[in-house]
Nanobody, 114 residues
Framework: QVQLVESGGGLVQAGGSLRLSCAASGNIFRFNVMGWYRQAPGKQRELVAGIIIDGRTNYADSVKGRFTISRDNAKNTVYLQMNSLKPEDTAVYFC????????WGQGTQVTVSS
C-alpha cells in the first residue's frame, strides 16, 4: 500500500515562503512521475509542478520562477519550495505519484494573506 504524507502547509503573508514535503512509503524510484497539485475552493484541481524520474521538471505558468520542485531519493521525499507567495496561491496542495497506478496524499492547506 502506497502512502504519501504531505507536510509544511500553513498561513503566510504575501511575499513569504513555504516548503512542502511529501514523504512516500518505500522507494520513490517506483514512480515515473511525482508532482504537486492544488485545489482552491470552487475550482478544479490543477497541476502545479512535476518531476520525472530522470529529474526533468515542469511547472504551471502561474508559478514559474517562484516555485521549485525537487526530490531526495535517499529520504523518499519530494519537496515544493514556494517563494514570493501570492494570495491566489491559497489552496489545498496535494502530492501525487504515478507508476502503473496513481496515488494521492491527503493534502495540506496553504493560505496566503494579503
Amino acid at each position: 500500500q502506497v502512502q504519501l504524507v504531505e507536510s509544511g502547509g500553513g498561513l503566510v503573508q504575501a511575499g513569504g515562503s513555504l516548503r512542502l514535503s511529501c514523504a512516500a512509503s518505500g522507494n520513490i524510484f517506483r514512480f515515473n512521475v511525482m508532482g504537486w497539485y492544488r485545489q482552491a475552493p470552487g475550482k478544479q484541481r490543477e497541476l502545479v509542478a512535476g518531476i520525472i524520474i530522470d529529474g526533468r521538471t515542469n511547472y504551471a505558468d502561474s508559478v514559474k520562477g517562484r516555485f521549485t520542485i525537487s526530490r531526495d531519493n535517499a529520504k523518499n521525499t519530494v519537496y515544493l519550495q514556494m517563494n514570493s507567495l501570492k494570495p491566489e496561491d491559497t489552496a489545498v496542495y496535494f502530492c501525487n505519484a504515478k507508476s502503473t497506478s496513481m496515488y494521492w496524499g491527503q493534502g495540506t492547506q496553504v493560505t496566503v494573506s494579503s
